[in-house]
């Protein structure tokens, strides 16, 4: 205390823990975390996985899933559709929005 009968360091602060690095990212994680990643559903993900349009690897019999591949994934595909979808307002001419009112 201070001379004015005053703690000179608030409670808080005296009680403080130090602050702990955060955990690395892990390099791999299994169906559940990548469809939960992904927000899909883990037969959809299944699916992906075997028809091959989700990256994964297969290590000691376990499927598992790069978060740092599905999130590159994710990237193409939204470039992707991004380009399909500014390949079609071309082929079909500039869009407009029409409102058309009951006469």
């Known amino acids: 205390m201070n001379s004015y009968g005053v ?3 608030p ?3 005296v009680n403080a823990k130090p602050l702990q690095p955060a955990a690395p990212a892990p390099l791999l994680v299994d169906a559940r975390e990548a ?3 992904l927000s899909i559903s ?5 699916d992906r996985t075997k028809d091959g349009t989700v990256p ?11 978060p740092k591949a599905l999130a590159d994934w994710v990237d193409q595909q939204i470039a992707l559709r991004t380009a399909v ?7 079909h001419g500039e869009h407009r929005e029409t409102s058309e009112r009951p006469s």
Do not use: F, H, Q
């Not at 883990?42 to 299944?46: G, I, N």
């Open 56 to 66: 994964a690897v297969k290590l000691e019999g376990r499927i598992l899933y790069s």
């Open 42 to 46: 883990d037969r959809t993900l299944r």
């Open 35 to 37: 469809a939960r990643l």
């Open 85 to 91: 979808d500014l390949e079609k307002v071309s082929e």
């Open 7 to 9: 703690n000179s360091t």
């Open 11 to 13: 409670p808080n602060i």
